[in-house]
């Protein structure tokens, strides 16, 4: 079994809209995670990190269900520059392993 | 957000030749760094932890006498992938965590081996 799993998609959503991903993780020893941006052919940028409490920065907001073992990315009013794969990952500690999820492809529609 | 650079971007070379890439952490030390890799279509897999000062640990299945990693200092690791083949062609990304446990991405170097 996978660290880390999310659907791949492809999500199609028209401007403007709410979209929402989910990210399961299969190791409960799991404590840190964040969600990335990749562009095609671009290296990984940071979004967000996700913590146990929530995590909001404008339109994006992250959270964490420790019981359920998942974590979520919704993302509003949607922008066509929003277009990319969202990548989720987990790790146990700042020197432990890091695992990412396949990504979850993501096309806004004017 | 921390700065990881990542050396070169691009590289092709001959089949059966050793390609050297490095990654550096710019504005903080890294103690530990990690070696990706990711082929088209496809997400990040974990080659490799590089760890300062010791030897690396290698994720299952990822050839430690072909991909050698060195991680001599605390800003710097290289990943020197030897006797390339054409299936080892991919996009080579290494990452390294900062204090507050994020991880920074370098630019990336897509090897093509012909």
């Known amino acids: 079994r996978k660290e880390v799993e999310q659907d791949p998609g492809p999500f199609n959503v028209p401007e403007g809209a709410t979209v929402a991903f989910n990210c399961t993780y299969s190791?409960?020893?799991?404590?840190?995670f964040f969600w990335y941006r990749q562009d095609c052919r671009k290296e990984p940028k940071l979004l967000m990190s996700v913590y146990s409490s929530g995590n909001e920065d404008g339109r994006f907001t992250a959270q964490l269900n420790r019981a359920s073992q998942y974590i979520s990315l919704l993302i509003r009013d949607s922008k066509l520059s929003d277009s990319a794969t969202y990548l989720c990952?987990?790790?146990?500690?700042?020197?432990?392993?890091?695992?990412f999820g396949t990504g979850t492809s993501l096309t806004v529609i004017p | 957000g921390a700065v990881v650079s990542q050396h070169p971007s691009r590289v092709i070379c001959k089949s059966g030749t050793s390609v050297k890439i490095e990654c550096r952490s710019l504005d903080f030390q890294a103690t530990t760094m990690f070696w990706y890799r990711q082929f088209p279509k496809q997400s990040l897999m974990l080659m490799a932890t590089?760890?300062?000062?010791?030897?690396?640990?290698?994720e299952q299945g990822v050839e430690k006498d072909k991909f050698l990693i060195n991680h001599a200092s605390l800003t710097l690791s290289t990943l020197t992938v030897t006797s390339a083949h054409p299936e080892d062609s991919s996009f080579y990304i290494c990452?390294?965590?900062?204090?507050?446990?994020?991880?920074?991405f370098g630019q990336g170097t897509r090897l093509t081996v012909v």
């Open positions: 590089s760890n300062e000062g010791s030897k690396a640990t290698y």
């Open positions: 190791n409960s020893a799991s404590q840190s």
């Open positions: 990452s390294a965590r900062d204090r507050h446990y994020e991880a920074f």
């Open positions: 990952a987990g790790g146990q500690g700042a020197f432990n392993q890091f695992y």
